[in-house]
T-cell receptor, first 114, second 114 residues
Framework: EPEVTQTPSHQVTQMGQEVILRCVPI?????FYWYRQILGQKVEFLVS????????KSEIFDDQFSVERPDGSNFTLKIRSTKLEDSAMYFC????????????FGPGTRLTVL | AQSVTQLGSHVSVSEGALVLLRCNYS??????LFWYVQYPNQGLQLLLK??????LVKGINGFEAEFKKSETSFHLTKPSAHMSDAAEYFC????????????FGSGTRLQVQP
């Protein structure tokens, strides 16, 4: 069964460093998403991506964040200068098309900023 | 704007007892509603979804949910709890026209007592 994969499963970084979180969406999906979940809090939407551009973003997704689809399979989230409050579980998701189709989530990358 | 409220951050039931997890939503347009489950150290797995077809939706692992427009609710139920149902459950809504982002509730942790 196709699934969304994410690497690494856990990333530890120093405050101020850049990190890149990687995702491989399901191969025939067209929409890609990043969400995050700070420990003990709800899952929050960050950004959606379609046709090689951002289609929607939340207030959380400020200038320190960027997304890219560098090739036909990977989808990345870059945080340019990490802050302590960026520590969270980051989930990638993908979906076939808009409308009611569900989003399929990856297992997440736990980011710890020291 | 769309929002989700999950009543009860923790629910504890005995094995074999009825499971009822509550979800109320707010949406300016007819919503799509989802229940996701998160097992420890894993990603989000879709349990079931409502997309304006039948109001009673059946999902995986014996779970079902009923969409009640008049009550703006989408409660999740299972007739008989199993130990393996212990997990965190998230209700999510995709409502506003043109938006793809899911808005999640704060989650309910289900404990199943032997």
């Amino acid at each position: 069964e196709p699934e969304v994969t994410q690497t690494p499963s856990h990333q530890v970084t120093q405050m101020g460093q850049e990190v890149i979180l990687r995702c491989v969406p399901i191969s025939n999906h067209l929409y890609f998403y990043w969400y995050r979940q700070i420990l003990g809090q709800k899952v929050e939407f960050l950004v959606s991506f379609y046709n090689n551009e951002i289609s929607e973003k939340s207030e959380i997704f400020d200038d320190q964040f960027s997304v890219e689809r560098p090739d036909g399979s990977n989808f990345t989230l870059k945080i340019r200068s990490t802050k302590l409050e960026d520590s969270a579980m980051y989930f990638c998701a993908s979906s076939e098309r808009q409308g009611g189709n569900e989003q399929f989530f990856g297992p997440g990358t736990r980011l710890t900023v020291l | 704007a769309q929002s989700v409220t999950q009543l009860g951050s923790h629910v504890s039931v005995s094995e074999g007892a009825l499971v009822l997890l509550r979800c109320n939503y707010s949406s300016s347009v007819p919503p799509y509603l989802f229940w996701y489950v998160q097992y420890p150290n894993q990603g989000l797995q879709l349990l079931l979804k409502y997309t304006s077809a039948a109001t009673l939706v059946k999902g995986i692992n014996g779970f079902e949910a009923e969409f009640k427009k008049s009550e703006t609710s989408f409660h999740l139920t299972k007739p008989s709890a199993h130990m393996s149902d212990a997990a965190e459950y998230f209700c999510a809504v995709k409502g506003d026209t043109g938006r793809r982002a899911l808005t999640f509730g704060s989650g309910t942790r289900l404990q199943v007592q032997p």
